[in-house]
């Protein structure tokens, strides 16, 4: 049976776009080009990814007049700097409101650029080419788009949505296998704050992921976009409900900032967060050790982390945590579990709870 391609919508009015997921989808050339309304594009990538799939895209789109710009590559270059890097291209060759701009790459791609777009000239229209799983399955949908600073994780941005994502699941076949799993500890997240047919489902296939399975990749980039975009469609700016795709991530930002950018990846930064949430789910009451544990285990499965960085003290996290989007009045603020596949929304715990999970989560497996 030849599959025919999937297209999930996330819809917001007038700035409603389509999410567009099949093997190939980078040959198909018109999937961009309608979603053009410029002659002047611009294709932000990085230094890995031309190699692999600028000339694709780039000759995919005849009749524009294209700019290629490639930056470095890693997540400490996701600064005000290379937005700026953007500005200077866009402006050196006149791009005007009009101008479409391309993001090819990651999550760093696609956040910065998403940026750039959203500022240059009060905003010009984007689309997302998610290059990594990660990117596929969360951060080229939604429109948060930003980039770090010195003491915070995604601490500059703003909401702007893309025209469209096109997604092409055979470019995951470049991908190292560190980043495959980081991607897939956002799908767990998914499983676990909303979806337990998809939590049950990974504990299933979590092999076939592993190999690679094409169906299996595409089900959970479907399954996750499909998520993501009923919850933005629900809640674009994260008034509520939008915060409970932070699960781990107050942890886990902490992580990310506090061992220095790059160090641990995005996704493997979430998985530790998410076990510390679960751990500090428990000490609330909701989920059992055997919860914990069956949280523990998918991770596990899908070689991620789970223990946090010894070198990480308790006061650390706090005084990171305390740089955090979610924050009230300068009170921490964390997505917990009610149960596997329940998520709370965005609350402040007792602070001694907190230091528990802090000082004995990890400490002694
Ligand atoms: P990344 O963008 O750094 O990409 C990971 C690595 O894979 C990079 O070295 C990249 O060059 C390389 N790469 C990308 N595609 C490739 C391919 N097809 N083949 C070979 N190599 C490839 O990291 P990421 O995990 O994609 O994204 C992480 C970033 O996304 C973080 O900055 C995080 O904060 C952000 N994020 C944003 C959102 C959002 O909603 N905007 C959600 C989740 C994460
Ligand atoms: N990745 C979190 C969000 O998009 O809200």
């Not at 900032?257 to 493997?268: C, D, S």
């Amino acid at each position: 049976m030849v599959k025919s391609m999937s297209v999930m919508q996330v819809e917001l009015g007038d700035r409603s776009y389509p999410i567009y997921v099949e093997s190939g989808n980078l040959k198909q050339a018109d999937l961009l080009a309608r979603h053009i309304k410029s002659k002047q594009v611009i294709v932000v990538t990085n230094e890995t990814i031309a190699p692999l799939y600028l000339k694709q895209v780039v000759d995919g789109l005849q009749g524009f007049c294209i700019e290629q710009l490639v930056l470095p590559d890693g997540e400490q270059y996701k600064t005000l700097e290379l937005v700026n890097t953007i500005f200077d291209a866009l402006l050196s060759k006149k791009f005007s409101r009009n101008a479409t701009l391309i993001a090819l790459g990651g999550g760093v791609i696609g956040d910065i650029s998403g940026f750039a777009a959203a500022c240059y000239q009060r905003g010009i229209p984007f689309i997302q080419i998610p290059t990594t799983l990660l990117a596929q399955v969360d951060s080229s949908v939604g429109g948060k788009t930003g980039v770090n600073h010195a003491l915070g994780k995604n601490m500059i941005g703003a909401f702007y949505q893309p025209q469209s994502v096109v997604i092409d699941v055979d470019v995951l076949d470049t991908l190292d296998d560190r980043q495959l799993t980081a991607g897939i500890a956002e799908v767990i997240k998914y499983g676990l704050i909303r979806d337990l047919a998809l939590f049950e489902w990974l504990e299933h296939n979590m092999e076939k992921l592993l190999a690679r399975d094409k169906e299996a990749l595409t089900y959970i980039i479907e399954r996750s976009c499909q998520n993501k975009a009923e919850i933005v469609a629900t809640d674009e700016k994260e008034a509520g409900i939008r915060a409970i795709l932070n699960l781990g991530h107050t942890f886990g930002h902490a992580i990310e900032t506090g061992m220095g950018y790059g160090v641990y990846l995005h996704g493997e930064a979430v998985a530790i967060g998410t076990c510390q949430a679960a751990d500090l789910s428990r000490r609330l009451g909701w989920l059992s050790d055997a919860d914990v544990k069956r949280i523990e285990a998918i991770f596990k499965r899908a070689l991620l982390p789970i223990l946090p960085p010894e070198s990480l003290a308790a006061q650390q996290f706090i005084d990171l945590m305390t740089v955090d989007k979610k924050n009230v009045d300068g009170d921490i603020r964390l997505i917990l579990l009610k149960k596997i596949g329940e998520a709370s929304l965005p609350m402040a715990v007792e602070r001694a709870l907190l230091l528990e999970t802090l000082n004995e989560y990890g400490h002694g497996k």
